[in-house]
T-cell receptor, first 111, second 111 residues
Framework: GENVEQHPSTLSVQEGDSAVIKCTYS??????FPWYKQELGKGPQLIID?????GEKKDQRIAVTLNKTAKHFSLHITETQPEDSAVYFC??????????FGPGTRLSVLP | EAEVAQSPRYKITEKSQAVAFWCDPI?????LYWYRQILGQGPELLVQ????????DSQLPKDRFSAERLKGVDSTLKIQPAELGDSAMYLC?????????FGPGTRLTVL
């Protein structure tokens, strides 16, 4: 079955700096890769996603890149703000089936 | 904005008791997911429904867990009997295509 690894497990950055979180997956059949932000006591919130026919997607300060050959994808957050502090999860799926999540990255943005 | 509803938000029970969680997905979403999230880890898929049919319950501990979605709308997840290791956040999500929208979760504590 699919296995998703995520690094780093914790990340601290200064406000205004960039943050990068990386994930790798094992199943070449996976074709949908979402990223979620989870704040304390809340459910995960979808922030951006990418499908396997696209190499990069950007939404304001957030971007995701996908390398299908190497089976890895990354989340990039630019101009970080204190409200970006949360736990971020990557996931991999095959056409909306078999969602497998990474273990999460705790991001702290220091003012 | 439509949201996934879950109840209760918190549940404390003693081991060997029965517990039940309820989820009401976003209207029109045919796919419903139940996840278990242990503190400090990513969500783990327990069961996935397409309308009223189970499409994936390979990770559901069927000796004690059951899930139903009788009319293809809301869903109930039951644990009987609860064990200490079941303490976790139980998350419900729904989707129309690929994008999953999560509810706030039910925090279960088994004493």
């Amino acid at each position: 079955g699919e296995n998703v690894e995520q690094h780093p497990s914790t990340l601290s950055v200064q406000e205004g700096d960039s943050a990068v979180i990386k994930c790798t997956y094992s199943d070449s059949a996976s074709n949908y890769f979402p990223w979620y932000k989870q704040e304390l006591g809340k459910g995960p919130q979808l922030i951006i996603d990418i499908r396997s026919n696209v190499g990069e997607k950007k939404d304001q300060r957030i971007a995701v890149t996908l390398n299908k050959t190497a089976k890895h994808f990354s989340l990039h957050i630019t101009e970080t703000q204190p409200e970006d502090s949360a736990v971020y999860f990557c996931a991999a799926s095959n056409y909306g089936q078999n969602f497998v999540f990474g273990p999460g990255t705790r991001l702290s943005v220091l003012p | 904005e439509a949201e996934v509803a879950q109840s209760p938000r918190y549940k404390i029970t003693e081991k060997s008791q029965a517990v039940a969680f309820w989820c009401d997905p976003i209207s029109g979403h045919a796919t419903l997911y139940w996840y278990r999230q242990i503190l400090g880890q990513g969500p783990e898929l327990l069961v996935q429904f397409q309308d009223e049919s189970v499409v994936d319950d390979s990770q559901l501990p069927k000796d004690r867990f059951s899930a139903e979605r009788l009319k293809g709308v809301d869903s109930t997840l039951k644990i009987q009997p609860a064990e200490l290791g079941d303490s976790a956040m139980y998350l419900c999500a729904s989707s129309l295509t690929h994008e999953q929208f999560f509810g706030p979760g039910t925090r279960l504590t088994v004493l």
